[in-house]
């Protein structure tokens, strides 16, 4: 008896063929493997964990109340925000999005609320904030726990009184805004740590979606890979690329631990790299088996070394994994984050190369 194997994406893609036409191929061939479809109503998936997510999003879309986005970094929580505004009847309005991680207090105060000319040096005009751009429309508040706790207090009068105050200003002005936070950080625990306002975190906290890491939701891997290897074939002028059956087994048992935006950023290495039409396994530049687990990560540690020089190495793969980004970089290593600038600065000077900052401080 002949049975039919399920094909994957790059199989059931016929040449020449567009970018859109692939992404409509990919969830075929990923849907073939499963009774439910994969999707892409707000954003492509197809494990059962984020086709879940998209029901919730249909169901608070329109729900005028805040949003909180958990999940590891990389996993998608800016995604998800942005599918929230999709869904919603403020989508024809703005999507704003800042990082509060990557500004230092005096100025995320000023992007946030704006301020009037003359307000501090260097305040040439007025100038509208995050909340005033985003009139109408939703504002996502990313990596919200890095707010310093005077600010903490005016996010919290902003969302009970729904009016915020320029700096310099002189009265209120009255705000219609959807918020969205995001954290990769257990905002319980920054409660319980004094590190977060228990009241903002019972006003955020009314809506809290857990964006799972990739590494939960395997049937996403496929799709994803197939995803950005046809998007970096196009944008490399390629012939459409595919994977053979061992480069997608490479992908799925790597653990992926920067989650999408990892996988992201070896597909495109990948393609651009690529000699040949079928991507194989030995093409994939992941290593299986090297992730360090709880239990034997002493055993991986390079002994021999002196204490100064294993410690150099682990910060400068701290930051490398956090692509750059000081503020985790240095909850990670639960020290200061002046302690690492310090650290860093020792590094420079030594003429060692220190993974430089990709939208974050």
Not at 118 to 142: P, S, V
Request: a neutral charge; charged letters at 20%.
């Amino acid at each position: 008896m002949t049975m039919n194997r399920p094909m994957n994406a790059a199989q059931a893609v016929p040449n020449p063929v567009s970018r859109e036409d692939y992404v409509s191929y990919a969830q075929q061939a990923t849907a073939n493997a499963s009774s439910r479809p994969a999707a892409a109503k707000y954003f492509l998936a197809a494990d059962d964990k984020m086709l879940r997510i998209q029901d919730v999003i249909e169901q608070i879309a329109n729900a005028n109340v805040p949003v909180l986005v958990t999940g590891e970094s990389g996993a998608g929580k800016e995604i998800i925000a942005k599918a929230i505004h999709n869904a919603s009847n403020r989508r024809d309005k703005t999507f704003v999005a800042i990082n509060c991680a990557a500004l230092p207090p005096s100025l995320l105060e000023a992007e946030l609320f704006g301020y009037e000319k003359g307000a501090f040096t260097g305040a040439h005009q007025r100038h509208a904030g995050k909340f005033e751009q985003a009139q109408g429309g939703t504002l996502l508040l990313d990596e919200v726990t890095e707010m310093e706790p005077a600010l903490q207090a005016k996010l919290l009068r902003v969302l009970q009184e729904r009016e915020i105050e320029r700096l310099g200003g002189s009265g209120p002005i009255p705000v219609d805004v959807r918020i969205i936070a995001t954290t990769n950080r257990n905002l319980a625990t920054a409660v319980e740590n004094g590190q977060f306002r228990q009241d903002l975190y019972y006003r955020l906290h009314v809506i809290n979606i857990e964006v799972p890491a990739l590494r939960d939701r395997p049937r996403d891997i496929e799709l994803l890979a197939n995803h950005f290897l046809a998007l970096y074939s196009d944008q490399f002028n390629k012939a459409l690329l595919s994977f053979a059956p061992d480069a997608i087994n490479k992908l799925m048992t790597y653990r992926w631990p920067g989650n999408v935006r990892e996988l992201n950023n070896v597909i495109q290495r990948t393609a651009l790299l690529a000699n040949a039409q079928i991507i194989t396994a030995r093409d994939i530049p992941v290593e299986l088996g090297q992730e360090i687990s709880a239990d034997n990560w002493i055993a991986a540690l390079p002994i021999g070394k002196s204490l100064a020089e294993v410690e150099t190495q682990f910060i400068l793969e701290t930051l490398k994994f956090h692509d750059g980004n000081r503020t985790h970089a240095a909850r990670t290593l639960d020290i200061s984050l002046r302690t690492l600038r310090n650290k860093i600065n020792e590094f420079t000077a030594l003429g060692l190369h220190v993974t430089a900052a990709n939208g974050g401080k």
